[in-house]
């Protein structure tokens, strides 16, 4: 019994100082910000540069970095927008994951170093600015617009109007709150070993479209993710929605554009063997 009671005041003690040095971080005046550089267009090699720089409750990574560049070194190449986790422009690699710096504040990360470096999977232009250019033509390539034949508007007076249901609306909404800051792009291991593959953010647009009922275009996206370097690349690391800021799940809305693939898939064998069937009795 003693020994117990000795046990539980020993997990006391220690969870204790735990939250006494978690607070004692979190209240820290100044951090080491370590800040990968690299110019590709004047060397191939790479270092890390640190700055002490001074930070207090609400100071975001974002605003640690600002404070370097304003300060210490104007050279530092950062690539940013909004501050309010909404353009996607900040997204960086902060202590080995993928986060939008103007999201994280330096409190929520219990160490006295802070390394930033630019998002895996895409190549490097300088420091931590990356080149979405290949990401943004996977994007693209999903055709991310409403196809409908009917919303063609020939004539003025005779409008067409898509009425949506509250439940309509809800079998997308979420997919449709991603801001391309590339974050899931970055995480997943099937865009670092296949470059063709469209990644985790233009397969889940892809899906968000599908699901939208205004749409009529489902088996000509089919089509478009229906390759080896498609759909079928993804191994469902999940890793994709562990990194994303907006709760977008991309891994979901993956998994979601299998079912109606394989389902159109079904049906389209269903079919060939009918008409099989009808042309072996003639």
């Given at each position: 019994?003693?020994?117990?009671?000795?046990?539980?005041?020993?997990?006391?003690?220690?969870?204790g100082?735990?939250?006494?040095?978690?607070?004692i971080?979190?209240?820290?005046?100044?951090?080491?910000?370590?800040?990968?550089?690299?110019n590709s267009?004047?060397?191939?090699?790479?270092?890390?540069?640190?700055?002490?720089?001074?930070?207090?409750?609400?100071?975001?990574?974002?605003?640690?970095?600002?404070?370097?560049?304003?300060?210490?070194?104007?050279s530092?190449?950062?690539r940013?927008?909004?501050?309010?986790?909404s353009?996607?422009s900040?997204?960086?690699?902060?202590?080995?994951?993928?986060?939008?710096?103007?999201?994280?504040?330096?409190?929520?990360?219990?160490e006295?170093?802070?390394?930033?470096?630019?998002?895996?999977?895409?190549?490097?232009?300088r420091?931590?600015?990356?080149d979405f250019?290949?990401?943004?033509?996977?994007?693209?390539?999903?055709?991310?617009?409403?196809?409908?034949?009917?919303?063609?508007?020939?004539d003025k007076?005779?409008?067409?109007?898509?009425?949506?249901?509250?439940?309509?609306?809800?079998?997308?909404?979420?997919?449709?709150?991603?801001?391309?800051?590339?974050?899931?792009?970055?995480?997943?291991?099937?865009?670092?070993?296949?470059?063709?593959?469209p990644?985790?953010?233009a397969?889940?647009q892809?899906?968000?479209?599908?699901?939208?009922?205004?749409?009529?275009?489902?088996?000509s996206r089919?089509?478009?993710?229906?390759?080896?370097?498609?759909?079928?690349r993804?191994?469902?690391?999940g890793s994709c929605?562990?990194?994303?800021?907006?709760?977008?799940?991309p891994?979901?809305?993956?998994?979601?554009?299998?079912?109606?693939l394989?389902s159109?898939?079904?049906?389209?064998?269903?079919?060939?063997?009918?008409?099989?069937?009808?042309?072996?009795?003639?």
């Amino acid at each position: 019994m003693t020994a117990l009671v000795n046990i539980k005041n020993n997990q006391t003690k220690l969870e204790g100082d735990k939250k006494k040095e978690s607070r004692i971080k979190s209240n820290r005046e100044v951090i080491q910000l370590r800040v990968y550089r690299k110019n590709s267009k004047q060397s191939k090699s790479s270092h890390f540069d640190e700055f002490t720089v001074p930070v207090q409750r609400w100071t975001t990574v974002l605003d640690a970095l600002l404070h370097a560049k304003a300060y210490l070194d104007n050279s530092i190449a950062i690539r940013y927008s909004c501050r309010m986790a909404s353009c996607g422009s900040c997204g960086m690699k902060i202590n080995g994951i993928p986060r939008l710096a103007c999201y994280t504040k330096v409190s929520e990360i219990n160490e006295n170093i802070i390394t930033c470096e630019p998002l895996p999977n895409f190549p490097i232009i300088r420091d931590l600015v990356g080149d979405f250019s290949d990401f943004f033509q996977h994007h693209s390539s999903m055709e991310p617009f409403i196809h409908n034949q009917n919303a063609d508007i020939v004539d003025k007076n005779n409008l067409t109007e898509f009425i949506q249901s509250p439940e309509d609306v809800e079998n997308y909404l979420q997919f449709s709150y991603c801001i391309k800051c590339g974050l899931c792009y970055s995480a997943c291991p099937s865009v670092a070993s296949d470059t063709k593959f469209p990644g985790p953010q233009a397969l889940a647009q892809a899906y968000r479209y599908v699901a939208d009922n205004r749409d009529d275009a489902t088996r000509s996206r089919m089509n478009i993710v229906d390759n080896k370097h498609g759909i079928w690349r993804c191994h469902f690391a999940g890793s994709c929605s562990v990194v994303c800021p907006k709760g977008v799940d991309p891994a979901l809305g993956i998994q979601l554009l299998r079912g109606h693939l394989v389902s159109f898939s079904k049906n389209d064998k269903k079919l060939a063997e009918s008409r099989t069937r009808i042309l072996g009795k003639r």
